[in-house]
């Protein structure tokens, strides 16, 4: 599920240690967050943006994993996940290669950041 994955991402720049930091930061409860991580709610366009915005990530590529979460049906479902490899096609080295530096990366947050942003322009 991608938006785990955002959050995790996002928890990890920030050095954030609990998702009551995450839930702070885009004004919601810790229960939603919860429920987000358990797949009972879905993360805001919105939301989305602005931890992507934060991380460096490509809004682009975030919103289209986003939908690919969302989708309930397995024709949608397949549809996104077929956008998303189109994505990678162009270019962009996908979200699985951002937030493998996001987490291998044991320096400062400043240098974690720009180290995702350098592999999301590669």
């Not at 919103?63 to 189109?86: H, M």
Request: with cysteine.
């Amino acid at each position: 599920m991608y938006s785990n994955e955002l959050l995790d991402a996002y928890k990890t720049a920030k050095n954030y240690i609990q998702d009551k930091q995450i839930a702070h930061d885009l004004g919601l409860s810790r229960q939603k967050i919860s429920a987000i991580r358990n797949g009972r709610r879905y993360l805001t366009e919105k939301e989305a943006l602005f931890m992507a915005e934060t991380i460096g990530m490509d809004a682009e590529e975030v919103l289209v994993y986003l939908a690919a979460d969302k989708a309930k049906e397995f024709k949608a479902q397949q549809a996104w996940a077929n956008i998303a490899k189109k994505f990678n096609g162009r270019g962009f080295q996908g979200i699985s290669m951002a937030l493998a530096t996001l987490m291998v990366a044991k320096t400062s947050a400043v240098e974690t950041l720009s180290q995702c942003a350098l592999c999301i322009l590669c």
